[in-house]
Nanobody, 114 residues
Framework: VQLVESGGDSVQSGGSLRLSCTGS????????MSWYRQAPGKERELVST????????NYADSVKGRFTISRDNAKDTVYLQMNNLKPEDSAVYYC????????WGQGTPVTVSS
């Protein structure tokens, strides 16, 4: 099993980024997927979740209305569109199943400057 995140970058406050995570070695369409993030010195936190068919999504209160999760099961990929980014969104972003079933990937770093 492999999870590969990409799309992170350094942006200014108010900017946008689209993160991607491609899974391999498992039946991607069979799993609800989540995005998590971990800022320096803090624990990893759940950001957003999408059901296996994409019909239901959930968001942490801190990102609700600014982030959108989506997935393309034909490409074994889950996305996180992040708009109106804030400095407090700066973190390494990871994807995994809802309960972190698989080994974590390397993540993709997001830095938002004020």
């Amino acid at each position: 099993v492999q999870l590969v995140e990409s799309g992170g970058d350094s942006v200014q406050s108010g900017g946008s980024l689209r993160l991607s995570c491609t899974g391999s070695g498992f039946t991607f369409s069979g799993f609800a997927m989540s995005w998590y993030r971990q800022a320096p010195g803090k624990e990893r936190e759940l950001v957003s979740t999408i059901t296996n068919a994409g019909g239901i999504t959930n968001y942490a209160d801190s990102v609700k209305g600014r982030f959108t999760i989506s997935r393309d099961n034909a490409k074994d990929t889950v996305y996180l569109q992040m708009n109106n980014l804030k400095p407090e969104d700066s973190a390494v972003y990871y994807c995994n199943t809802v309960n972190g079933r698989f080994d974590w990937g390397q993540g993709t770093p997001v830095t938002v400057s004020s």
